[in-house]
Structures are given as C-alpha cells and as structure tokens.
T-cell receptor
Framework: KNQVEQSPQSLIILEGKNCTLQ??????????LRWYKQDTGRGPVSLTIMTFSENTKSNGRYTATLDADTKQSSLHITASQLSDSASYIC?????????????????FGRGTQLTVWP | SAVISQKPSRDICQRGTSLTIQCQVDSQVTMMFWYRQQPGQSLTLIAT?????????ESGFVIDKFPISRPNLTFSTLTVSNMSPEDSSIYLC????????????FGEGSRLTVL
C-alpha cells in the first residue's frame, strides 16, 4: 500500500534553533518527493522537489535530503524564525501516465506542525 | 508560477444547503485539481477538472455530492451539495502550470464550516 508517514506530528522549538522533520514512504514506483510549507489559513507552498538521483537540495534555510534506498526524506530547518511556524507536508509522487499531466499520482503525508517560540 | 484565487476564503453554512467554491487562475491550464483537507488529515484529491469534458472523480467522491464545472482554461467551480457537518473542511484548488511541468501550485483554500 502506498503511504507517506511523517514524524513528529508536532514540534515546538525556540527561535534560532535547528530542527529536522522526517518523512518515510512506501510509494512505488517512485517519481519524486516534495516538501510543502502551509501557513495557517493559507494554501501549501512548495519548498523543494527531489528526484530519485538527488540526495540533497537546499532552499535558503531549508535543506531536504532523500535516501531512495531506505525510502526516507528529511527536511532540516536552520536558525529557525517565528515565520517558520507552519505545517510541513511531505508529498511523494508515483510514476503514473496521465494524459496532459506530468504530476504522477500524489501521496500526501499528514504534515508536521512546527511552532517556533520567541 | 501561477496565481490562484479562491472564493470564498471561508464560510459558515447550514446543514442541507449547498455552497459553490470558485477558483480562478491567472494563466491557462489543462487540468485543475480539487482537494479536501480535513482537520488533522492529509490532503485528499476529490477530482480532476478538465476543460470541455466531465471531471474525473477519485474513489469515495461522486458527482452528485461534488459537482464540478470547468467552463474555460482559467476557471473552475466545486459545489459541495446537501452539506453535513462532516463536510466541514478546507477545500483547495490546485494547478500544474504549463511552464512548470511537474509542479503543483495551490490556492489559498476555502474553509467551510457546516453547522
């Protein structure tokens, strides 16, 4: 069964600290993995997208890693800021031929709710 | 990228009524996707809206409950019919822009509360 599991479910850290969010998946055949940030009351916004051959990808203070062998990904946030408080969603795409789209079939995790305290 | 506008951003509705959510994109897109995000749950795809043809619904979702219109390449509506409290959720419109193939962009969402 294709699944995406995220941990922890929620996390509280102090401003300036680092943190790492985890994503384990069983989706097959794997196409790519995305991390989204969703602020409260807003739609998800893409942070990174990684393909099978990519191990690490950074976007400012966000660094995502992918281990396709163990089917694990992590999102590391450096020097956290209050604005990092949000839900972080891991999305794994399975290769799926659909006319008119290259998205594949998407499997969403439930997200990790991150709260950054001053 | 794509700018996606959804209306309404939030609403409170009575049981048994219907609500139509609008989604406007600033560029022409082939497919528009409607998702539901229930509290504490992952995003769930309701249906894919194609211009000029019937929407394609995912397992567990039916046209009578969630009728969808797609009159042109920049606009779509999702109606939540005969609402019950279980329909309280965030409904999200999303697109894959033609110049950003493989990437999914979301609207701000429509938060629906059914009393």
């Amino acid at each position: 069964k294709n699944q995406v599991e995220q941990s922890p479910q929620s996390l509280i850290i102090l401003e300036g600290k680092n943190c790492t969010l985890q994503c384990n998946y069983t989706v097959s055949p794997f196409s790519n993995l995305r991390w989204y940030k969703q602020d409260t009351g807003r739609g998800p916004v893409s942070l990174t997208i990684m393909t099978f051959s990519e191990n690490t990808k950074s976007n400012g203070r966000y660094t995502a890693t992918l281990d396709a062998d163990t089917k694990q990904s992590s999102l590391h946030i450096t020097a956290s800021q209050l604005s990092d408080s949000a839900s972080y969603i891991c999305v794994v795409s399975a290769k799926w031929v659909k006319r008119g789209s290259t998205l594949g079939r998407l499997y969403f995790g439930r997200g990790t709710q991150l709260t950054v305290w001053p | 990228s794509a700018v996606i506008s959804q209306k309404p951003s939030r609403d409170i509705c009575q049981r048994g009524t219907s609500l139509t959510i609008q989604c406007q994109v600033d560029s022409q897109v082939t497919m528009m996707f409607w998702y539901r995000q229930q509290p504490g749950q992952s995003l769930t795809l309701i249906a894919t809206a194609n211009q000029g043809s019937e929407a394609t619904y995912e397992s567990g979702f039916v046209i009578d409950k969630f009728p969808i219109s797609r009159p042109n390449l920049t606009f779509s509506t999702l109606t939540v019919s005969n609402m019950s409290p279980e329909d309280s959720s965030i409904y999200l419109c999303s697109v894959e822009p033609p110049d950003r193939a493989g990437e999914l962009f979301f609207g701000e969402g429509s938060r629906l509360t059914v009393l």
